[in-house]
């Protein structure tokens, strides 16, 4: 295992439910992730959090509510989601974030697979 | 902007035959240059990286990637395939222009097969 855990494993909910994903992390690092996978795409950063503060939101919709309440911790809120949110959501970690210098790799965990109904 | 592109959507490879996935990067500055491997129900697991010094890169799983500067590219390296090395190999790439934010960029992706 990679130290980057994720709940729940899998979730269905409907366009207007709200739901909430959870990504905790054992490492002891600075930096928390959260990527967007879809079949066929890239891999999307969506947010960064560095020390606990937001330093990176990349044009997400805004029923994707990020939280960091510590270093350990990454709350992904969701609400009025649409079927093409259906993805998997992968968090990740690294030792910390600085701009244009960070080389730590990542570490992810194992994703929610998420389903929009 | 910063680029990955990997032009292989699949390799084929025997069991017991070297195998290379492509990597190719556009960046500004000088790169970090990092490959993942994703096994299926699995997160993105980290291989190995470049980020300064020596062109040939050794991870885990006997992985190796070679920097070449001149040709924009990190290719992913295994002197003798296994079959447990079936996965999905992402490259990534980060600039280090200090002057902004430089997140890392993830290629689409190349799905590796080593046939028994």
């Known amino acids: 295992e990679t130290g980057v855990t994720q709940t729940p494993r899998h979730l269905v909910m409907g366009m207007t439910n709200k739901k909430s994903l959870k990504c905790e992390q054992h490492?002891?690092?600075?930096?928390m992730y959260w990527y967007k996978q879809s079949a066929k795409k890239p891999l999307e950063l969506m947010f960064v959090y560095n020390f606990k503060e937001q330093t990176e939101n990349n044009s997400v919709p805004s029923r994707f509510s990020p939280e960091c309440p510590n270093s350990s911790h990454l709350f992904l809120h969701l609400h009025t989601l649409q079927p093409e949110d259906s993805a998997l959501y992968l968090c990740a970690s690294s030792q910390d974030e600085y701009p244009g210098t960070s080389g730590y790799e990542q570490y992810f965990g194992p994703g929610t697979r998420l389903t929009v109904t | 902007a910063q680029s990955v592109a990997q032009p292989e959507d699949q390799v084929n490879v025997a069991e017991g035959n070297p195998l290379t996935v492509k990597c190719t990067y556009s960046?500004?500055?000088?790169?970090?240059l990092f490959w993942y491997v994703q096994y299926p129900n699995r997160g993105l697991q980290f291989l190995l990286k470049y980020i300064t010094g020596d062109n040939l890169v050794k991870g885990s799983y006997g992985f190796e990637a070679e920097f070449n500067k001149s040709q924009t590219s990190f290719h992913l390296k295994k002197p003798s395939a296994l079959v447990s090395d079936s996965a999905l190999y992402f490259c990534?790439?980060?600039?280090?222009?200090?002057?902004?934010?430089?997140?890392?960029?993830f290629g689409t992706g190349t799905k590796l097969q080593v046939i028994p």
């Open positions: 960046v500004s500055g000088n790169p970090y």
């Open positions: 990534a790439v980060r600039g280090t222009n200090s002057g902004g934010y430089q997140k890392v960029t």
């Open positions: 490492l002891g690092h600075n930096a």
